[in-house]
Nanobody, 121 residues
Framework: QVQFVESGGGLVQPGGSLRLSCAAS????????VSWYRQAPGKERELVGV????????NLLDSVKGRFTISRDNAKNTAFLQMNNLKPEDTAVYYC??????????????WGQGTQVTVSS
């Protein structure tokens, strides 16, 4: 059973930073890419970025490039999303998932609870 536990969200002011964690289990973590998604209330889920099996290799949504960084620690079965210079538009629930997902993640039947990120003054 594939499982994800996302953590690290919270309330921050614009320009602030957060680091999200994704603890994964139920599969051989090091053999798969990890995708980060987010979904704001009333909006569709969107793919934020992906980190491939090789740590340090990632692809990010254009709107977060230069602000967000994805990393992973295969020994701990954990992926991270470092978010800097946060904007109100980044407010959403953030999720992770296994593999290189589609833009909306419709192919996934499994999701963690996500972690809420709220950017507001």
């Amino acid at each position: 059973q594939v499982q994800f536990v996302e953590s690290g969200g919270g309330l921050v002011q614009p320009g602030g930073s957060l680091r999200l964690s994704c603890a994964a289990s139920g599969f051989i973590f090091s053999q798969y890419s990890v995708s980060w998604y987010r979904q704001a209330p009333g909006k569709e889920r969107e793919l934020v970025g992906v980190i491939l099996q090789a740590a340090g290799t990632s692809n990010l949504l254009d709107s977060v490039k230069g602000r967000f960084t994805i990393s992973r620690d295969n020994a701990k079965n954990t992926a991270f999303l470092q978010m800097n210079n946060l904007k109100p538009e980044d407010t959403a629930v953030y999720y992770c998932n296994k593999g290189y997902g589609s833009k909306s993640g419709y192919e996934y039947s499994y999701w963690g609870q996500g972690t809420q990120v709220t950017v507001s003054s």
